[in-house]
């Protein structure tokens, strides 16, 4: 009986470990935007902030109209998140839904969406674009140049 209840107990705190961690290691709880939605919300006019992480020769190349570019991928360095605090204001004088645009979706918006979280900006306005830029398959709807 001592070695079921043990058995049990192993089990249960294996469990309790695995679900703590498969948070990070499986996506996280970030909030994503599908390309298909971002491009209805684009036609559609929808009210938000664009906020574009990518770096200078990545944005010229191709960003949507009205994003904010702050150059501050992969905000890892206290310089690249002090590029995120110069759109702070904006950010939070708004109640608009927040998307972050990133090369590629992945680190550099999570280091983004984590960076506004903890200065205040509330999860549920946050959203990553799948797959960033590079991922984008609507090409008519990105502008080119500053």
């Known amino acids: 009986m001592r070695r079921i209840m043990a058995l049990t107990l192993a089990v249960a705190v294996f469990l309790t470990a695995t679900a703590a961690f498969a948070g990070p290691l499986f996506g996280g709880n970030y909030q994503y935007v599908a390309p298909s939605d971002f491009k209805k919300w684009l036609e559609t006019g929808k009210k938000m902030q664009i ?3 990518q770096v200078p020769a990545e944005f010229q190349q191709h960003h ?3 994003a904010v570019q702050t150059n501050a991928f992969p905000v890892k360095s206290a310089e690249d998140k002090q590029k995120l605090d110069r759109v702070l204001p904006q950010l939070t004088a708004s109640r608009e839904e927040i998307v972050i645009i990133c090369p590629r979706g992945g680190g550099g918006a999570k280091n983004t969406y ?3 979280k903890g200065k205040g900006i509330a ?3 946050m959203h990553i674009l799948e797959d960033g830029m590079q991922g984008w398959p609507y090409p008519t709807l990105v ?3 500053k």
């Open 51 to 53: 906020v574009d992480i």
């Open 64 to 66: 949507f109209k009205g």
């Open 114 to 116: 984590d960076y506004l």
């Open 123 to 125: 999860e549920a306005r």
């Open 143 to 145: 502008a080119q140049g």
